[in-house]
């Protein structure tokens, strides 16, 4: 059983471009969560996905938009890149996010470096 | 707004001996759940214990364990006879179900264990 998996591992952008990630989630899974995790620092939730729709969102700016497939996959788009975009982004699934207290499975991330 | 707070940004310990990892949080929430995630190099989010604020009774994990006081806020995950393979950055985590799942992250320990 596959658990949740990202694309691509790595990869190097120039400011003002546009990025594209994208997010499998474990099987069976369909929620998933999408988290920037700059150096040093902890996980920042930026937003979250059921159903194809965006459910909850973190303060991050529109460049920052999403979208959840009818398969439950997503993908993380970000727009006009910073410097400050230069993070690992983290995935995460868990099965219906009404339930309470589901476990969250991470993917290993995809690491953002702009240029 | 949650908050997490890990002030201990690196610590130590020998092969085999104790160690307690700190956290304290901030929310108005009574209904919640409680993480602690092991990040080793790979950056793959690990779940190491997980705690439902309404037991009173501490999670136990084979060597992990965590002291959950309530009423303090308190987090902390004892790791004990420490092996070379916890070594990891270890974040606390919060979770309330009111906001799907969303995590709030601390800013993470990192920890190295001696042989």
């Known amino acids: 059983d596959a658990g949740v998996t990202q694309s691509p591992t790595h990869l190097i952008k120039t400011r003002g471009q546009q990025v594209t990630l994208r997010c499998s989630p474990k099987?069976?899974?369909?929620?998933v969560s999408w988290y920037q995790q700059a150096l040093g620092q902890g996980p920042q939730f930026i937003f979250q996905?059921?159903?194809?729709?965006?459910?909850q969102r973190g303060n991050f700016p529109d460049r920052f938009s999403g979208h959840q497939f009818p398969n439950y996959s997503s993908e993380l788009n970000v727009n006009a890149l910073l410097l400050g975009d230069s993070a690992l982004y983290l995935c995460?699934?868990?099965?219906?996010?009404?339930?309470?207290?589901?476990?969250?499975?991470f993917g290993e991330g995809s690491w953002l470096t702009v240029v | 707004a949650q908050t997490v707070t890990q002030s201990q940004p690196e610590m130590s310990v020998q092969e085999a001996e104790t160690v307690t990892l700190s956290c304290t949080y901030d929310?108005?929430?009574?209904?919640?759940?409680l993480f602690w995630y092991k990040q080793p190099p790979s950056r793959q989010m690990i779940l190491v214990i997980r705690?439902?604020?309404?037991?009173?009774q501490n999670a136990t994990e084979n060597r992990f364990s965590v002291n959950f006081q309530k009423a303090a806020k308190s987090f902390s995950l004892k790791i004990s006879d420490s092996q070379l393979g916890d070594t990891a950055m270890y974040f606390c985590a919060f979770m309330k179900p009111s906001t799907g799942n969303q995590f709030y992250f601390g800013t993470g320990t990192s920890l190295t264990v001696i042989p």
């Open positions: 996905y059921y159903e194809e729709e965006e459910r």
């Open positions: 995460a699934s868990s099965l219906d996010a009404r339930r309470s207290g589901n476990t969250i499975y």
């Open positions: 929310t108005s929430e009574n209904n919640y759940y």
């Open positions: 099987s069976g899974h369909d929620t």
């Open positions: 705690q439902e604020a309404y037991k009173q």
